[in-house]
C-alpha cells in the first residue's frame, strides 16, 4: 500500500527475471511487470519493441513505460481473465467460441510474423480467456530468424517446435506455426491438446501446422490462416 495507489495482487517471479504485480490507483487497475536481475531486463526491453511495432485487439497493449533503478517498469490495462491453463470456461465454451478465440490467436500472431518476430515461450500460460482470448507476455519474442544459442528455448515443451530443443538451429515463421498448432489443438481440448474430435475439419490443418519437419508446414501465419478458414468454409463453419 503506498499514498498514490495500491497492489492488489503479487503474482510473483516469472523464469525470465521479471516479477509482476495487479496495482490499482484512482479507480483503475493496471498489470505491472518490472525487472529483478539482468536476464528481466534484457526481457523487459525485448517486449517493448515487440509492442512498438505491434498492435492488434488480441494482444494486451503496453499503455506506459517508467524507468525504474532495474531498469523498464511496464505498465499494461489489467485484465480481468484467467489464464487458459487454468480457465475452465474454455471447456465449457460452444464450439462458435472456440474457433472465434482460434482465430483471435492465429491472427495476432499473423501480424507478429508480418513485423519480422517469431514467437518463444508460447504457451497456455500467457493466453488469457475471458469472453474472448488475449495474448500477453510477449517478452521472449524475437525478431526471425532467431538463431537458437542455447541447448532449447524456455517454455512448455507441450508447445515447442523439434527445432527448439537444437542448439543452433534457426527459428522462424515455420517454428510459430508449430506453436499455433499446439495451441490449435490446447484450445480444442484443454489443456492435454490430443486430437480434436471437438472438431475434425481442423484436424488436417493442425497435423500439417505440427509437421515435425519444418519444411511440411505452412511456410507463414497468414499461410496457416488461409488454411484454417478453408477448413472452415469445407465444414460449413463460417470463420467469426
Same mark, same amino acid.
Given at each position: ?89 474454455? $471447456? *465449457? +465454451?460452444?464450439?462458435? /467460441? ?6 483471435? !490467436?492465429? %491472427?495476432?500472431?499473423?501480424?507478429? #510474423? ?92 493442425? $497435423? *500439417? +501446422?505440427?509437421?515435425? /519437419? ?6 507463414? !501465419?497468414? %499461410?496457416?490462416?488461409?488454411?484454417? #478458414? ?11
Amino acid at each position: 500500500m503506498t499514498a498514490e495507489g495500491k497492489v492488489f495482487a503479487d503474482l510473483g517471479d516469472g523464469e525470465f527475471g521479471c516479477r509482476a504485480a495487479g496495482f490499482e490507483r484512482d479507480g483503475s487497475r493496471y498489470f505491472v511487470k518490472f525487472a529483478v536481475h539482468e536476464m528481466g531486463v534484457a526481457s523487459q526491453r525485448r517486449a517493448i519493441t515487440v509492442h512498438e511495432q505491434v498492435q492488434h485487439p488480441a494482444l494486451i497493449p503496453l499503455i506506459q513505460v517508467l524507468e525504474g533503478d532495474r531498469g523498464p517498469i511496464l505498465v499494461f490495462p489489467w485484465c480481468d481473465a484467467s489464464p487458459l491453463r487454468q480457465s475452465q470456461r474454455m $471447456r *465449457q +465454451a460452444p464450439l462458435s /467460441d472456440v474457433i472465434r478465440a482460434i482465430r483471435d !490467436v492465429i %491472427d495476432v500472431h499473423r501480424v507478429i #510474423d508480418e513485423a519480422g518476430f517469431v514467437s518463444i515461450d508460447l504457451y497456455d500460460g500467457n493466453l488469457l480467456y475471458r469472453d474472448r482470448v488475449f495474448l500477453i507476455d510477449v517478452d521472449e519474442y524475437r525478431p526471425a530468424p532467431f538463431r537458437l544459442d542455447t541447448p532449447r528455448t524456455l517454455g512448455s515443451t507441450r508447445f515447442m517446435a523439434p527445432e527448439e530443443f537444437h542448439q543452433g538451429a534457426w527459428l522462424d515463421s515455420r517454428t510459430m506455426v508449430f506453436q499455433l498448432g499446439r495451441a490449435m489443438a490446447v484450445l480444442l481440448d484443454p489443456p492435454r491438446g490430443e486430437y480434436p474430435d471437438r472438431c475434425p475439419a481442423l484436424g488436417p490443418v493442425i $497435423r *500439417q +501446422a505440427t509437421a515435425p /519437419d519444418p519444411e511440411a508446414r505452412y511456410p507463414t !501465419v497468414a %499461410d496457416l490462416t488461409a488454411g484454417l #478458414d478453408a477448413a472452415l468454409a469445407r465444414a460449413g463453419l463460417s470463420p467469426p
